[in-house]
């Protein structure tokens, strides 16, 4: 039991990885774009000609890019449509009896009893009725209109609207309050309701020499019979109680400025420390103040951060720490809780604004800062610009989501409250104190209204902050921008990636390349002053592109200035003792190294694994690199090893012109955004996932038709089978294989093929583990964990022998072989592991870092000190360091 619950820990965390990596993402869910109301109106062919059947809700009428899939798989429900609750499966008994599938599905998939507790509890709650506001005030009325005045009976026209701002056709429920409602909801001034189920908003009154006598309005409301709800091109025109909303426009700035102070608001996740010290770099002045929330399970950021608090009286981090996950309630949690810490550090402050560490200046700080102080008072939020009902739709706003296990689990629909405008959009925001002190302080029914709603809200920081301020009196500060551009590439970014952690469909922008520079400089004249999303492990050219665009002159003078480090084990982390396959793998790799430096006749003791970090020069991998201790000529010394994995595709079987393959490749943490593997050192155990990537270039033979994929395990027998059919036209993909952890440790391999004949192979390692759970693995750990999964395979048979598959003979010796590797342990799986590694990696150099800075020789072999190898992690990095404050309150790099 114990053991499985480690395996499952130790896949959950791995499946945590790869949220994380993706994570601080934007959180923003696409919105597609609906026609004006007018477009539509004109394009339907004559008004009785409408299609009064079409579903109870505009956004039946769909265009716009790739998310309409999404919306199709957000409406789906969870697997198999369970329609009990199955009470066998509770050890609780539940306080009433949840009808709601969706429900039903949730408790039914989340694993603890507490989470299924909470989603039970809460589910009756909301059924009671009870749970939610029905009602709320909205702060920012007019003076002069009241909700619901009836302005009277007017006369519309086919080609010139009354009210243009939205459009429904509502056969079941329309009435003049339900349109009210919706009109309110998106903020319009005028409601209108006609020809019995349609409802219209407007944000201008209808002339008066439109009205017409009110017996002309004389067809029911199908959604309240008492009422009436206009006639065939007649409205019924209401007031909302709300002006014609505008936002405020920020001023240009003069040249001259007076002082502002910024609190840069940094919410960080991942391993990206020099990236962070590079952002940092680029905003600092001592008159502005950082606060830092690292996410909780993130230690290392956490660890190596918390040094600046001492340096640098303007930096701060977050004691309490939150676990976010992509869309989650927490992530607000977490926000107001930095902003009631920063209200309380006596920081006097002007704005906060909101950044990650995949954020970049694109203007120097000090346009940002004449702006921003040419605009004291107002509040950057970025409006989704669409029509609302779609909005909240797409949004999910109009359903409660519960999270426990780091999971938002959907339980089903809500209503929003009556009165309030809603809004969202994108969240990333700059705010000023007056309204952070508003939002943070003493609650009035309209915070704690909200509050209960966005607890249980879907990526509840693209709209909490935009319907506070809608509502409350800061309505007229106000200003539909973000300061930010971010690099959307929908067809890639949206691909339901967080359906392991959010019951929806979300997306994600894209990392910034070298080739999306003309999208950054098309800004110059804009009020953006940030970009996102950078990752310097993907693409560095462009951050320091963006360096040189905003003044910066140094680059000259910076050692490195194109090598990228970033950590990938750290022996400090909370999660060292678990991170099984690379340790196993790095201790490996350092023997091999030792192995090498014995044949140069220099004897080395190695040690304990320090770190191992990714290294990069000019956007290429270049390998990994492993700190450790050793004993070199009995002295305990640091040595960094420097290692690369081998390529391993052959091509070119028979003769044939296979040169259209240009990637065929298996590793793990491929990400679908990027089209990149994570897993840059390939670096596989039992417990990984792996994932065939391949890339056919357009030249592909136009004859051929589809190509098998067979998987081999080290055993000889096929694991998978899958088919590509290249009629896709899709000359990219990935291929996940169907076979179930733990993976069968050995040499795997794959090949390719037309028919029968082979015409691509490549191999992977699957390295076994000498570690389980941070110690040396015991036999029974071995069995469980090196046995493979046989039963998960494919049953497939082969008519022809195929060249790729082992002859009888051979298979028989392999799986001989095979059964018993299972029982090596000690000394001997150390063997197995490190022929397998010997056969994978190539070792391409050592350095030293002792206390007195020189080289040492070692047999025929010369250590050089790492500072000077310019490969070494220690090798100086000023863009990735902190520097010194200079005069001007900058942080100088050299
Ligand atoms: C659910 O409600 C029951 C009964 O009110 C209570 O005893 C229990 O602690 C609640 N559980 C959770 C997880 O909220
Ligand atoms: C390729 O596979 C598809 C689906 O499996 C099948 O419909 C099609 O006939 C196949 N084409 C060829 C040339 O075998
Ligand atoms: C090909 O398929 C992959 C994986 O589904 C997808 O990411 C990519 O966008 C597709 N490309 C095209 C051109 O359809
Ligand atoms: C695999 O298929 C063969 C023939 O189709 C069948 O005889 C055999 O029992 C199957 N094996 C398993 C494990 O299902
Ligand atoms: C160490 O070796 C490097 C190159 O091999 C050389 O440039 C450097 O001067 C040496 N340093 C010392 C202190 O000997
Ligand atoms: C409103 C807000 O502050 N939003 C964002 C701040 O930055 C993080 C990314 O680090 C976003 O995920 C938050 O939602």
Not at 111 to 124: F, H, R
Not at 303 to 322: G, M
Not at 782 to 787: D, E, I, Q, T, Y
Request: aromatic residues 12%.
């Amino acid at each position: 039991m114990a053991i499985v619950r480690r395996i499952f820990y130790k896949y959950a965390k791995c499946l945590g990885l790869i949220v994380l990596t993706t994570f601080f993402a934007q959180l923003f869910i696409s919105i597609s774009f609906f026609p004006s109301v007018h477009d539509n109106l004109l394009k339907r062919q004559g008004y009785t000609s409408l299609a009064r059947n079409e579903a109870d809700d505009v956004s039946a009428r769909r265009q716009g890019p790739s998310v309409e899939d999404d919306e199709d798989l957000n409406s789906r429900p969870h697997n198999k449509v369970i329609t009990q609750l199955r009470l066998e499966e509770l050890d609780f008994k539940p306080t009433c009896e949840i009808k709601n599938r969706e429900a039903i599905s949730a408790i039914h998939r989340a694993k603890t009893q507490i989470c299924k507790q909470q989603i039970v509890n809460k589910t009756c709650l909301i059924q009671n009725g009870n749970f939610y506001p029905k009602k709320l005030t909205n702060h920012c009325i007019s003076k002069q209109k009241t909700y619901g005045y009836h302005l009277g009976c007017y006369l519309d026209e086919k080609k010139m609207r009354l009210l243009t701002s939205f459009y429904g056709n509502y056969a079941n429920t329309n009435s003049p309050t339900f349109c009210l409602d919706i009109c309110v909801q998106a903020g319009f001034p005028y409601a209108g309701v006609q020809y019995a189920t349609e409802c219209f908003c407007g944000e201008n009154e209808p002339p008066a020499t439109a009205k017409t006598s009110d017996v002309s309005c004389d067809m029911k409301c199908p959604g309240d019979s008492l009422q009436l709800c206009g006639g065939y091109f007649t409205m019924n025109v209401y007031e909302t109680g709300l002006d014609k909303f505008l936002p405020q426009l920020p001023k240009n700035p003069g040249d001259e400025i007076t002082s502002v102070q910024i609190v840069f608001l940094l919410t960080l996740n991942g391993r990206a420390l020099r990236q962070v010290h590079r952002l940092i770099n680029a905003l600092y002045r001592t008159s502005h103040y950082f606060y830092i929330h690292v996410d909780k399970r993130q230690d290392y950021l956490h660890r190596k951060l918390l040094n600046l608090e001492k340096k640098f009286p303007n930096i701060k981090l977050a004691k309490k720490r939150y676990s976010t996950i992509w869309g989650g309630a927490s992530l607000l949690k977490m926000l107001l809780s930095s902003m009631t810490d920063i209200s309380q550090l006596g920081w006097k402050w002007d704005y906060v604004i909101n950044l990650s560490e995949s954020d970049f200046p694109i203007k120097s700080l000090e346009e940002l800062e004449k702006f921003l102080s040419a605009n004291k008072g107002f509040n950057f939020v970025k409006s989704h610009g669409r029509e609302v009902q779609r909005f909240i739709k797409k949004q999910g706003l109009d359903k409660t989501f519960i999270e426990c296990e780091t999971h938002m689990w959907r339980v089903g629909e809500r209503k929003l409250p009556q009165g309030i405008v809603v809004d969202g959009g994108s969240d990333w925001i700059a705010l000023s104190p007056e309204f952070v002190s508003y939002v943070i302080g003493k609650h009035d029914e309209l915070l704690t209204g909200l509050e209960v709603i966005f607890e249980h809200t879907l990526l509840p920081a693209e709209s909490y902050f935009h319907t506070v301020l809608r509502n409350s009196h800061f309505c007229n500060t106000y200003v539909d921008n973000n300061l930010h551009v971010t690099n959307w590439k929908r067809k890639l970014g949206c691909k339901c990636q967080y359906k392991h952690v959010v019951d929806w469909c979300g997306c994600s922008p894209n990392d910034f390349k070298t080739e999306d520079w003309p999208r950054i400089q098309n800004t110059q004249s804009r009020q953006l002053f940030f970009a996102r999303k950078f990752e310097p492990i993907i693409n560095q050219e462009i951050i320091t592109r963006v360096e040189k665009y905003i003044g910066y002159t140094d680059h000259y003078l910076i050692n490195n200035l194109e090598a990228y480090w970033q950590n990938l084990y750290d022996i400090d982390d909370l999660t060292a003792p678990t991170d099984d396959t690379i340790l196993t793998h790095a201790e490996s790799i350092v023997r091999l190294n030792a192995k090498i430096l014995s044949g140069e006749g220099c004897q080395i003791q190695t040690n304990e694994i320090i770190e191992v970090n990714i290294y990069k020069y000019a956007d290429v991998y270049k390998g990994n690199l492993i700190l450790h201790k050793a004993l070199v000529q009995n002295k305990e010394v640091f040595l960094e090893t420097w290692y690369k994995p081998k390529h391993h595709l052959d091509l070119n079987f028979e003769n044939r012109n296979v040169d259209f393959i240009k990637v065929f490749k298996v590793s793990s943490e491929y990400d679908q955004k990027e089209m990149t593997f994570r897993n840059l050192g390939n670096v596989l155990g039992p417990l990984s996932e792996p994932v065939l990537l391949y890339q056919f270039s357009a030249q592909i033979d136009k004859t051929l038709g589809n190509l098998t994929v067979l998987w081999l395990d080290p055993a000889g027998m096929v694991a998978d089978v899958n088919i590509i059919q290249k009629d896709e036209n899709n000359l990219t993909n990935f291929i996940k294989p169907t076979i179930k952890q733990p993976f069968l440790p050995g040499i795997w391999k794959v090949g390719l093929f037309d028919q029968k004949k082979l015409i691509a192979r490549t191999k992977f390692l699957i390295t076994p583990l000498e570690y389980f759970s941070g110690k040396e693995i015991s036999h029974r750990e071995a069995n469980l964990v090196h046995s493979g999964s046989q039963n998960s395979y494919k049953n497939v048979t082969f008519t022809k022998p195929i060249k790729f598959l082992p002859e009888q003979e051979e298979k028989n010796l392999l799986v001989e072989i095979s059964n018993s590797n299972i029982k090596r342990i000690k000394g001997d799986l150390i063997e197995w592991i490190d022929s397998l590694n010997l056969e994978f990696y190539n070792v391409l150099g050592s350095c030293i870092s002792n206390r007195n800075n020189d080289n040492v020789s070692c047999g025929n072999y010369k250590f050089q000190q790492c500072s000077l190898s310019e490969w070494s992690s220690y090798s100086p990095d000023p863009k990735g360091t902190i520097g010194k404050v200079d005069k001007s309150g900058r942080l100088k790099r050299i």
